[in-house]
């Protein structure tokens, strides 16, 4: 099984909206025995603090089944825990290699890196555009399963 943590700043807007696309996609292409995910945030202020409502919207609107959850700060133990750390932008995955005093590994990236234009992901927070960002992820999470799954096909269902 190959275990994913998905991380953003404040672990309300992007990544938990990553996790669950990603739990979705997997599903849908019949791999949901060969992964796990999970999110968590960088700089989380608020502990346990529920997923922002624009992302519940926008993951309702893309019929992407979500479920009530807090958030909660990436630690020093998700670093063995999961085979890939991927941040939204630059500053997660800088955030997380100062966390775990580097990456011997090489399990930290941003989740955009598996998609044919690398970037960063724009914070919703900010932008108020859920649209955008839920374009990104869904991008990237089903380029991470074309890289950890060839041939495992799209939106199988």
């Not at 919207?57 to 479920?67: A, C, D, G, W």
């Not at 700060?73 to 100062?98: C, I, W």
């Not at 005093?101 to 990236?109: L, M, R, S």
Request: proline share 6%; hydrophobic share 35%; aromatic share 10%.
């Amino acid at each position: 099984m190959k275990n994913v943590l998905f991380v953003c700043s404040g672990n309300i807007c992007r990544s938990p909206m990553a996790e669950f696309v990603f739990r979705e996609l997997a599903r849908r292409r019949g791999l949901e025995g060969a992964v796990g995910c999970e999110s968590a945030g960088t700089n989380v202020f608020a502990p346990n603090s529920p997923v922002h409502n624009g992302a519940v919207r926008q993951l309702r609107r893309e019929n992407i089944p979500y479920f009530a959850r807090g958030s909660r700060p990436v630690t020093a133990e998700d670093y063995r825990q999961f085979d890939y750390l991927l941040g939204m932008e630059r500053s997660h995955a800088a955030a997380m290699k100062n966390l775990f005093g580097g990456d011997p590994q090489g399990k930290i990236c941003r989740l955009l890196d598996f998609s044919k234009h690398p970037r960063d992901i724009d914070d919703p927070w900010y932008t108020g555009d859920f649209a955008a960002a839920y374009r990104d992820i869904a991008e990237g999470c089903e380029a991470l399963l074309d890289r950890l799954f060839p041939g495992s096909g799209r939106n199988r269902q």
